[in-house]
């Protein structure tokens, strides 16, 4: 089992989202997060003073997920987040040693 963070944009949330039950993703957690990364935030101007904006908003997706559904779920990510400007966000892949249900006690992919 794999385990898939993709920090994105807000405004692809949806498409993401759309993109991952298209290749059969089940279930996925969605947290709302702030961060930088190259483009290490902006400037903004209010009521006549300049600001400037560290963090900026991005939105974290967990999935976990079969390893044969893996290469489906990045390339489903990757298709629907980019923009192909600075910020469109990472993908991390990590494995998942054991998943289990609480409510039925299933474990491992059945689990999932």
Do not use: C
């Not at 920090?7 to 089940?26: H, R, S, Y």
């Amino acid at each position: 089992m794999k385990k898939i963070e993709a920090i994105i944009k807000p405004f692809k949330l949806d498409e993401v989202k759309e993109a991952l039950q298209e290749v059969g993703v089940q279930g996925l957690s969605v947290i709302e997060a702030k961060g930088f990364g190259r483009q290490k935030g902006h400037t903004e101007l209010y009521r006549g003073a300049e600001y400037v904006v560290d963090f900026l908003p991005k939105v974290k997706i967990e999935v976990v997920l079969a390893d044969d559904q893996l290469d489906g779920a990045i390339e489903a990510i990757i298709g629907a987040a980019r923009t192909e400007k600075i910020g469109d966000g990472k993908i991390f892949v990590s494995t998942i040693e054991q998943a289990i249900r609480i409510r039925t006690g299933e474990a491992g992919a059945e689990a999932l």
